[in-house]
């Protein structure tokens, strides 16, 4: 046997991957999106398993709460207070020098998801929230990738693959992302949950990968392990209304006004862009006979508003809504003096 | 009346869905309620009566990850 298939043999041996389902591995690239609970397993999973290229993602840092659960990471990343997805980066290279890892430290944002999606075959969710999920779900079925989703949280957890123009996606069972409130940060979560969480979204990424579509699970798995429930649900077709898998409307990409409103936490202020560059010079004659007092300077325009709020305008199309935290309180300011 | 909520036997005052669903607290949730084995809309949860044995299985979905 070829040295470096000699870590695979167990996994070879298994008949339904085989040496075949190796080389398929080995030319696969998959993308870990969320280097948490989930995702380490995830990676963990992939790594060891000879995926010929994994990328991870991650925006956080590796703090000590963290190490009940994610299994790449030790005290030494919490001392060097390393970003997760370069801390697992270090661990997986350990585990398998072979594997092409690339450690990308980022939020994931309707900006770069199809970026960070190029050249996949599979995605793999390690999100812990709704809507990073559903910005991943819009992104993979507009691409066509499959991704498989799981989440854990107490002792409950859910899994399931979705593959686009066969399985529903994730909208055609929930309408919103609202999680209603439940995360690992407010009711806890327990690691066996999420080991086994993950092991089943990784043993349905190895059947994709080797193109074993007759073993592919047609369900969403689901389960209380203290209570010791077990569910699967029949994935079924897409629903009729679907705004992805029907309509081809991909919400969460869709770059709306709202998108570009953000509210900056704890400075009483709403940041609207999406404005074409800002004439200062132009907009300093339109503002003064309606503003109470208009400032401007070479990078700047600020008015006081007759509302008790202040509009600070930029050359490159942004403004602040400086008094208010409340986005349409600002929206309507914006919209009265601003226009769109 | 006599359910069969996730796969246990349940005594409970309910006439629609929507009263079991409610009475578990799960308004609100990121929910999916199969009733003898088919998805139930939301829309429908007000609409569809349940009616004794019914086997109503509430699949409340996990955000953690
Ligand atoms: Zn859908």
Redesign the interface.
């Known amino acids: 046997m070829d040295e470096r298939l000699e870590r695979y043999s167990r996994q070879m041996l298994f008949a339904p991957i085989g040496e075949s389902g190796q080389q398929k591995l080995s030319e696969s690239a998959v993308c870990i999106i ?1 280097m ?4 380490t397993v995830l990676a963990n999973h992939m790594v060891r398993a000879g995926v010929g290229m994994v990328r991870i993602v991650d925006r956080d840092y590796v703090e000590k709460s963290n190490l009940q659960r994610q299994m790449l990471y030790d005290e030494d990343d919490v001392r060097e207070g390393y970003p997760k997805a370069i801390a697992a980066e270090r661990k997986l290279r350990r585990i398998n020098s072979d594997v092409k890892i690339e450690a990308v430290v980022a939020d994931v944002t309707v900006h770069n998801i199809d970026d960070l999606l190029g050249g996949m075959d599979l995605v793999l ?6 809507q990073t ?1 559903f910005l991943l779900n819009d992104a993979c079925f507009r691409r066509g990738i499959p991704f498989t989703y ?4 107490s002792s ?3 899994s399931a693959i979705l593959v686009p123009g066969k399985t529903p996606c994730l909208r055609c ?4 992302a ?3 409130g ?3 940060d407010t009711i806890g ?1 327990i690691a066996p949950v ?1 080991d086994i ?1 993950a092991s089943y979204q990784a043993v349905e990424a190895l059947k994709y990968l080797v193109e074993a579509d007759k073993a592919r699970r047609n369900s ?1 798995v ?1 389960f209380d392990l203290w209570s010791n ?1 077990y ?1 699967e ?2 994935l ?1 077709e897409a ?1 009729k209304e679907c705004p992805c898998c029907q309509l081809k409307e991909y919400p969460a990409l869709q770059v709306t006004e709202t998108d570009q409103t953000v509210s900056l936490c704890g400075r009483s202020t709403v940041q609207i862009s999406g404005h074409g560059p800002l004439n200062l010079e132009q907009w300093h004659k339109r503002l003064e006979p309606a503003a109470v007092k208009v400032e401007l300077n070479a990078y700047l325009l600020k008015a006081e508003l007759p509302e008790g709020e202040r509009l600070v305008l930029f050359p490159d199309g942004r403004v602040l809504v400086q008094g208010t935290e409340d986005i349409v309180r600002a929206k309507t300011l914006y919209a009265r003096y601003i226009g769109y | 009346m006599q359910l069969i909520i996730n796969g246990e036997a349940k005594e409970l005052d309910a006439t629609t869905i929507q009263d079991v669903v409610v009475h578990f607290g799960l308004e609100g949730r990121p929910l999916v309620v199969e009733a003898d084995g088919e998805i139930v809309a939301k829309e429908q949860w007000p609409d569809i009566e349940v009616r004794p044995l019914m086997k109503i299985e509430l699949v409340h979905f996990v955000g953690g990850g």
């Open positions: 969320g948490g609970a989930l995702g969710d390690g999100t812990d929230n709704f999920r799981g989440g854990a949280v409950r957890g859910m069972f929930l309408p919103s609202d999680s209603g439940q995360t690992c979560v999420v969480v969403l689901t429930y569910y649900m029949k079924g629903a």
